[in-house]
């Protein structure tokens, strides 16, 4: 099984900043694209953010842009999202997936999954 492990979730204040890792169990995230996904409860999953393998394509979603930043670390095999400036509306559970090379603009085309870390930003 591929599998990828999700850390660094937590509470947070509003305004209040967190770290996610995304680190693959017994494989490289060398040559995958790797995306940042989010689900509140009763609400879609929708993406958040993607990284290709190179490090040379990212994408953020409107809600995210200027206070989250995505960016990899192949030698330690890890994929971050930085998240500052945390709004109440960003708790959900974050999940990373991965891709092929390159971003797709199809969340079914991510095969590989985390099991997710929860955000909760709340005073």
């Known amino acids: 099984q591929w599998q990828l492990v999700e850390s660094g979730g937590g509470l947070v204040q509003p305004g209040g900043s967190l770290r996610l890792s995304c680190a693959p169990s017994?494989?490289?995230?060398?040559?995958?694209?790797i995306a940042w996904f989010r689900q509140a409860p009763g609400k879609e999953r929708e993406e958040v953010s993607c990284?290709?393998?190179?490090?040379?394509?990212?994408q953020y979603a409107d809600s995210v842009k200027g206070r989250f930043t995505i960016s990899r670390d192949d030698a330690k095999n890890t994929v971050y999202l930085q998240m500052n400036n945390l709004k109440p509306e960003d708790t959900a559970v974050y999940y990373c997936?991965?891709?092929?090379?390159?971003?797709?603009?199809?969340?079914?085309?991510?095969?590989?999954w985390g099991q997710g870390t929860q955000v909760t930003v709340s005073s």
């Open positions: 990284i290709d393998s190179s490090g040379s394509n990212m």
């Open positions: 017994g494989w490289t995230l060398e040559y995958y694209a």
């Open positions: 997936a991965a891709h092929s090379r390159y971003c797709s603009a199809y969340m079914v085309r991510y095969n590989y």
